[in-house]
């Protein structure tokens, strides 16, 4: 059980089934003095992603992510609805984390739930890396799970305020810039027309 709940997790940003794993969590620069109660209200979707070691040729996500953090210092709710629109299907996950104002690399206990929020399994940590956001508009972030037999899967992401993966602040591709990347690089929820949550 413990598996599948990592593995879920690793749903939450795979880029489709065909995931591959790295030796360890990338360490990539964090954002510096964020505004934990800017950032973490509101609604984020997940717009573009990346898994960087990936070998698949997969061009677009298969799945909506829908991000409802709720920050009450100095802990953080979180709560993720993942669709797949073609199946008309969806799972949800919660986690929380303690921080402090300024963190913007942190570990988030995360688990599988019911709708209405019962758990499925045990908590399980995931590593969030804030790279960089205006904090109305756009976000770029790492998201790493380590897994009980020591394979790591991790994703670059793209967070918006809406769902319109066309709806791109110009300075994400500054930002993916900055880690070696550009939004060409990522693949993109387009087709899938995510609804608004």
């Known amino acids: 059980m413990f598996t599948f709940t990592a593995l879920l997790l690793v749903g939450l940003f795979a880029l489709s089934s065909a995931t591959s794993y790295e030796p360890e969590c990338t360490n990539y620069p964090a954002k510096q ?4 109660k800017a950032f973490f209200k509101g609604t984020w979707y997940i717009t573009h992603a990346l898994n960087p070691d990936s070998t698949s040729d997969v061009h677009d996500l298969t799945v909506c992510h829908i991000i409802k953090p709720q920050y009450y210092s100095p802990i953080l709710y979180q709560f993720y609805k993942m669709t797949v629109p073609r199946e008309q299907q969806s799972s949800y996950v919660q ?3 303690i921080l402090n104002d300024g963190d913007s690399k942190f570990v988030t206990q995360f688990r599988p739930v019911t709708k209405d929020g019962e758990p499925l399994t045990k908590f399980v940590p995931f590593i969030e890396t804030i790279i960089d956001t205006d904090y109305e508009n756009y976000a770029v972030g790492y998201f790493c799970v380590e897994h009980p037999d020591g394979l790591v899967g991790g994703n670059i992401v ?4 809406s769902p319109n993966p066309d709806k791109i602040h110009a300075d994400i591709d500054v930002v993916l810039n900055r880690i070696g990347l550009k939004l060409s690089d990522l693949i993109s929820t387009k087709k899938l ?3 608004e949550d």
């Open 33 to 36: 003095d964020l505004n934990s």
């Open 95 to 97: 986690g929380y984390a």
């Open 158 to 161: 793209v967070l918006g305020r």
């Open 193 to 195: 027309n995510c609804p």
